[in-house]
């Protein structure tokens, strides 16, 4: 399963210029937009070592199978029975998909089928969606009569809300650690090495989103 996640790009950092003055104790008010673009560099380094967003935002959440990928993990992943929903009806519900970061919303979901318009799918009837958990989950539901027909989804869409703060309230143990490696990159810009060393780990390591596998 091919996992694509995007967003919009971050315009400022979330540490304010002050801070980043008196962190990195530059006198010269001629080095902000350095000091600037170095906090966005740091930011990202850290998105990226946390696996997830770390101001909340709306994001686009592509799952897909690749052409000549076998049908067994999709539908263990996706479509296997986990469980009966209705009798009458004849539905049933598939394995839980964890979300690939925090999620407090889902806005859409759709899922698409080699050379056919994308399928908008309706929550409560067509999936449902547990925002409660660590990571979130969901599980598309249908009816058993059907079930060859889902098998041939080849990807799915979901927009939502995700990340771990809202704006303005991110922990102040991520601001520290993007303050550290803003300053490790001002003061060593002629130097290579790791951005991320063992303080700047512990000050992320409760925010770190681990997978442990299952169907993502």
Not at 20 to 25: D, G, Q, T
Not at 161 to 182: N, V
Request: glycine share 8%; hydrophobic share 40%.
């Amino acid at each position: 399963m091919l996992n694509r996640v995007s967003s919009s790009s971050y315009t400022q950092p979330i540490v304010t210029n002050q801070e980043l003055i008196e962190f990195c104790a530059c006198l010269d008010p001629n080095q902000l937009g350095l000091l600037t673009g170095l906090a966005l560099a740091a930011q990202d380094a850290v998105e990226t070592y946390l696996g997830d967003f770390i101001t909340q935002r709306s994001i686009r959440w592509v799952a897909a199978r690749g052409e000549s990928e076998k049908t067994d993990e999709f539908f263990r992943s996706w479509l296997s029975a986990r469980a009966m929903v209705s009798v009458n009806l004849n539905a049933i519900s598939g394995q839980w998909v964890q979300f690939p970061t925090a999620a407090t919303s889902i806005e859409s979901c759709t899922l698409g089928i080699w050379g056919k318009d994308d399928v908008n799918l309706t929550l409560g009837t067509d999936y449902a969606v547990d925002l409660t958990t660590d990571p979130a989950r969901l599980t598309f539901s249908y009816n058993s009569v059907f079930s060859d027909y889902f098998n041939n989804y080849d990807h799915m869409v979901i927009d939502y809300t995700g990340g771990i703060s809202p704006s303005g309230s991110e922990p102040e143990a991520i601001k520290l650690a993007i303050k550290i490696i803003t300053k490790k990159l001002f003061d060593g810009r002629s130097e290579t090495g790791s951005l991320i060393d063992d303080g700047v780990e512990f000050l992320l390591s409760n925010y770190r989103r681990i997978g442990f596998g299952g169907s993502r």
